[in-house]
C-alpha cells in the first residue's frame, strides 16, 4: 500500500518526466533540424564537361556530404543549343559510387560555344533516422 | 506567485514544444502524438498545482500568447537555412498552424472578455 505522501511523490515524478521528455524531444529537434540544413546546405553535385575532337566527356562529381551516409542514385545531362533546343540527352545509374565518368559524341556542324547543358542528380542520403532522396542540380562546367 | 511564473514557464515549453512538433516532426525522436500527450500531462499538472481555475486559465492564456510568438521567431531563426524540401512541405503546414493558432488566440482572448465582464 502507498501513503499519501508517496502519491503525491509519483506523481510528481510523473510530470516531471513529461516535463524532461519534451524538453529532450525539442532540444534534440533543433539539434538535428540545424545540423541537417547546414550539412546538406554544402552539399553539391560538380560536372566538368571536356570537348574532344568529335566527342564528349564528362564526369560527375557528388561531395560536400561530411559525416552524412550518400548513395547517389542517378543523373541526367542535357546538353542545348542557344535556343533552347535539347541536342543530347547523357543519363545514367550511379551504382552508388560518387564520381563517375561518361563519353558520348558531339554532333558535328555545332561548334563548341553553341553547346550550353544542365543538369541534375537523384542523390539518396541517410542521416540517423532521416531518410532523404534529394533532387541536386548540377554543377556544369565546359572546358 | 512563484508558482504561478513557474506554470507560465512549463506551459511555454509545452505550446512552443508542440508547435515544434507540428512543424518539424521529423526530425524529432518522439512522435508529435506523444509530445501532445506530454503536453496535457503538463497542462493537467498546471490545473492541479494551481488554487483556482481563474488562476491557471490566466496562465494558459498567457503562456499561450507568449509560446505563439515565441514560436514564430524561434521557427524563423531555425529556417535562416533553407531547404527546399522541407520549406516544400512547411509552408501548408506552418499556414494551417497559424490559422489554429491565431483562431484559438481570438477564442480564447474573447472567452476572458466575457469571464470577467463587470456584472450589473
Known sequence: MLSPV??????KLVFWIALTLVVMNYTAGVFVYRNYARKLSNAKALCTVRF???SIAGKIVVEGFEGLKIRPVDYQVY????????LKMVSNSMFGRSEVEFVTSAWTGYEQRDWHAEGY??????????????FLPLEVKIE | MKKIVFFAIVMVIAYHAAVFELLLNKFSPLPASLVWILSLVLSWWAGH???????????????FVVAGILSYV????YMKETLQFVVQTLTMKAV??????????TVMS????FMFKPRK
Open chain 1, 6 to 11: 508517496k502519491r503525491v511523490d509519483l506523481r
Open chain 1, 52 to 54: 574532344e575532337d568529335g
Open chain 1, 79 to 86: 546538353f542545348y543549343d542557344r535556343r533552347g533546343n535539347v
Open chain 1, 121 to 134: 542528380s537523384n542523390v539518396s542520403v541517410e542521416w540517423l533516422w532521416l531518410k532523404l532522396n534529394l
Open chain 2, 49 to 63: 498545482g494551481l488554487g483556482h481555475f481563474s488562476k491557471t486559465l490566466w496562465v494558459l492564456g498567457l503562456s
Open chain 2, 74 to 77: 524561434l521557427i524563423g531563426y
Open chain 2, 96 to 105: 494551417s498552424v497559424s490559422l489554429l493558432l491565431f483562431f484559438t488566440a
Open chain 2, 110 to 113: 474573447a472567452f476572458f472578455g
